[in-house]
């Protein structure tokens, strides 16, 4: 990671930013689909998130809650993963597949699927490696 005085520790310089409903849903997909790990996060008083930053190995995704102030958002994303199709699985739950995995001529198995915010999730894996 790159240090700078104006950058938090282990932060990226540039990082995806998400308005969407129902934050504590999306921390669960993000968790069970990429194994995200919450860094951050800021909740109500009754428990539910207003915003929350999620580390997926080498990155970050900072959500906030929709609000009056704040309009939904929606993202393309790609992410290379070990396993396409076990991901695939792991978002059953939240997420539909857009394009079934193939292998691309540039020896990715890729995929995308797109979550139930409306996100596309362009997942690969670099084959041989």
């Given at each position: 990671m790159i240090t700078k005085d104006y950058l938090p520790p282990n932060t990226p310089i540039v990082s995806n930013f998400l308005v969407l409903e129902d934050v504590s849903s999306f921390v669960t997909f993000a968790h069970n689909t990429f194994d995200a790990q919450v860094v951050k996060e800021h909740k109500d008083s009754l428990g539910n998130y207003l915003n929350a930053s999620l580390?997926?190995?080498n990155a970050i995704i900072t959500i906030e809650q929709v609000s009056l102030e704040r309009k939904p958002t929606m993202t393309s994303m790609l992410i290379y993963v070990e396993n396409v199709e076990a991901v695939i699985e792991n978002?059953?739950?939240y997420a539909s597949v857009k394009h079934q995995p193939t292998t691309n001529s540039e020896g990715e198995r890729v995929a995308c699927i797109e979550?139930?915010?409306g996100n596309l999730w362009w997942l690969?894996?670099?084959l041989g490696k």
């Open positions: 580390r997926i190995e978002a059953h739950e979550d139930k915010w690969a894996s670099a």
